[in-house]
């Protein structure tokens, strides 16, 4: 019997090797089949790159463009010279005392202006002398007239010319400040500076 098991065994044995040599060669054979069966991929369609058309500009309208750029830039260099303007007359000169000399900040702020009415000839120029209110009228009008004639030689000096510049005095008549004490009189005594085309 133990002879007999051990042939049936052996006969097992082989019997289950052989089936798990089919299995796996079938198997393979699947594997192969299929992929042979299966589609080849699709590649997708080539994609062109398409560009944009270049827009058409029409002469017209190249000439209006060129034109709002011109009107822009115009407006732009009245906006830089009116502000130029008014920075010009914002800027004024003081006088101590009973004074008409320039002090050297007053020397400083002229020399400025010269140079911008150097740059720009179409403009003439009003100075303005002006005084506290200590003092009587026709004496406060004679020191602000000194006050804007100082001013004027000054600028004559520096090369501007004197037909360009015209002055006047207010004397006491337009303070910058209302107050009666030192620091709105030192504001008072003062030259200021129009602009005119």
Not at 20 to 30: F, K, N, P, T, Y
Not at 133 to 162: H, M, P, Q, W
Request: proline fraction near 4%; aromatic fraction near 6%; charge should be negative.
């Amino acid at each position: 019997m133990t002879k007999k098991m051990l042939t049936y065994l052996v006969v097992l044995a082989f019997a289950c090797s052989s089936m798990l040599i089919l299995a796996s060669c079938a198997s393979r054979q699947v594997t192969a089949v299929s992929e042979a069966q299966k589609p080849a991929e699709e590649k997708p369609p080539e994609v062109k790159e398409v560009k944009p058309a270049e827009p058409t500009v029409t002469e017209e309208e190249r000439q209006r463009e060129a034109e709002r750029l011109a009107a822009l830039r115009e407006l732009e260099e009245k906006q830089k010279v009116a502000d130029q303007l008014r920075m010009f007359e914002s800027e004024k000169i003081y006088f101590d005392f009973d004074k008409a000399d320039l002090r050297q900040e007053a020397k400083e702020v002229l020399k400025t202006k010269a140079d911008w009415l150097r740059a720009h000839p179409s403009y003439s120029l009003i100075i303005e002398g002006h005084c506290d209110d200590r003092g009587t009228n026709e004496y406060n009008l004679a020191l602000g007239d000194r006050r804007a004639n100082a001013a004027k030689k000054f600028l004559v000096a520096l090369g501007i010319s004197a037909e360009r510049l015209t002055t006047i005095s207010y004397g006491e008549e337009r303070p910058a400040d209302p107050r009666h004490n030192e620091d709105a009189w030192s504001k008072n005594r003062r030259d200021e500076f129009k602009l005119i085309r």
